[in-house]
């Protein structure tokens, strides 16, 4: 466990990794990323940064890198295209139902396999 350096500042982190079934594209990433946040009661006030750097790097790692800002902190999410996988980081100075979060992100990206995740 991390030691916690700085008890006076609220964080609650929570990674989420698992298999997808559902087509992935760059306007789905932004879905998710907004509509998550707005499951959680989280605040977005930006719009999503997201990159593709096709081209790049390994054939194996191709495929999304985003990032929304959350008045309270900000949600990340990778995206593998070619291994239909991903992992998703919130991290917020709110807190947020961990059981929401993997239970919404589960049914949004059709999770059929293992969803695993680390509240850190």
């Known amino acids: ?3 916690d350096i700085a008890p006076g500042i609220f964080r609650q982190r ?3 990794e698992g298999y997808y079934s559902i087509d992935v594209d760059r306007e ?4 998710y990323l907004f509509d998550v946040a707005e499951h959680l009661g989280l605040r977005t006030y930006g ?3 997201i990159f593709s750097p096709s081209g790049l790097g390994k054939e194996a790692n191709q495929g999304f890198d ?4 959350l008045v309270d902190s ?6 593998w295209v070619s291994q239909r996988f991903f992992s998703v980081v919130l991290y917020s100075c709110k807190e ?3 059981s929401s979060a993997l239970e919404f992100t589960a049914g949004f990206f059709g999770v059929e396999r293992e969803l ?3 509240s850190f």
């Not at 789905?28 to 879905?31: A, F, L, T, Y």
């Not at 900000?74 to 995206?79: L, T, V």
């Open 1 to 3: 466990m991390m030691k």
């Open 66 to 69: 985003a990032f929304v800002p």
């Open 74 to 79: 900000g949600i990340s999410a990778y995206i």
């Open 28 to 31: 789905g990433v932004e879905r």
């Open 116 to 118: 695993v995740h680390e």
């Open 14 to 16: 929570l990674l989420i």
């Open 47 to 49: 719009e999503a940064v």
């Open 96 to 98: 947020f139902d961990v």
